[in-house]
């Protein structure tokens, strides 16, 4: 459906901040509930973070909670996701996701439109 191209991810060291981006293509951006998600090596991806369709509720992961900050930009059909005080176990490859529902609770199932990630690596 909607497609999703992340960009923004890098090297930095712990403490440091980064920003990434998640461009959607066509103008049905609003529509969507978006997310973060993260997988560092391993089966599992990650919950990051989640924003209703016009970026009035936010959701976070525990892990991330107080350090980054989801927003979005829906003239610019652009999704963001500030990073901040980063540490080595954020290290992980960053996708940006798309889905129809807004909940108490997101997981993976309910996106279903993903980009095709970008790596974070946080050294030290």
């Known amino acids: 459906q909607v497609q999703l191209v992340e960009s923004g991810g890098g090297l930095v060291q712990a403490g440091g901040s980064l920003r990434l981006s998640c461009a959607a293509s066509g103008r049905t951006f609003s529509m969507y509930v978006m997310g973060w998600f993260r997988q560092a090596p391993g089966p599992e991806r990650e919950f990051v973070a989640a924003?209703?369709?016009?970026?009035?509720?936010?959701y976070y992961a525990d892990s991330v909670n107080g350090r980054f900050t989801i927003s979005r930009d829906n003239a610019k059909n652009t999704l963001y996701l500030q990073m901040n005080s980063l540490k080595p176990e954020d290290e992980a490859v960053y996708y940006c996701?798309?889905?129809?529902?807004?909940?108490?609770?997101?997981?993976?199932?309910?996106?279903?439109?993903w980009g095709q990630g970008t790596q974070v690596t946080v050294s030290s």
């Open positions: 996701a798309a889905g129809p529902r807004w909940g108490r609770t997101l997981k993976q199932t309910d996106f279903t439109s």
């Open positions: 924003i209703n369709w016009i970026g009035t509720s936010t």
